[in-house]
């Protein structure tokens, strides 16, 4: 589905707060991903700096920093889980999470337990919370902004 130009499959569950999306990879396995409008928002990408596989960390907080042209963003995880392992594409190469952010730029995979929860949104409430997260930032669309 696109919002405001920015797309959003819907085979993956997003985080309309910290702007990142999970999609199960494997019972107890789920990818970890920065959404299109997070993209939006930083423009570019400098450097993917992940924690190392092994680190446990609980909802909502630093998985890893994405360094900006002029900034470093957090990227936190919407769930307690344990990191397994990093996309090595995208720390090679950053400018993958802005051109493809739901396939080749994903992330982190994680380990969890449970992790569908209220605080996550698919199906139709993705417009809902993103139209919402959009408004906060004045954003009208990708490229408008």
Request: glycine letters at 10%; a negative charge.
């Amino acid at each position: 589905m696109i919002i405001r130009g920015c797309d959003f499959p819907e085979d993956r569950f997003y985080h309309p707060d910290i702007n990142v999306w999970l999609k199960e990879e494997l019972p107890g396995v789920v990818l970890l991903g920065a959404t299109s409008f997070g993209v939006a928002l930083a423009v570019e990408f400098v450097a993917f700096l992940p924690k190392p596989a092994g680190t446990q960390v609980d909802a909502g907080r630093a998985v890893g920093l994405l360094e900006l042209s002029k900034t470093m963003v957090s990227v936190r995880s919407p769930v307690k889980a344990t990191i397994l392992g990093h996309n090595a594409a995208a720390v090679a190469d950053p400018s993958l999470i802005s051109t493809d952010p739901y396939l080749g730029g994903w992330l982190l995979r994680l380990g969890v337990a449970e992790w569908k929860s209220a605080d996550l949104v698919s199906g139709a409430a993705i417009v809902t919370a993103f139209e919402h997260a959009m408004n906060l930032e004045n954003f009208t669309g990708k490229g408008m902004r």
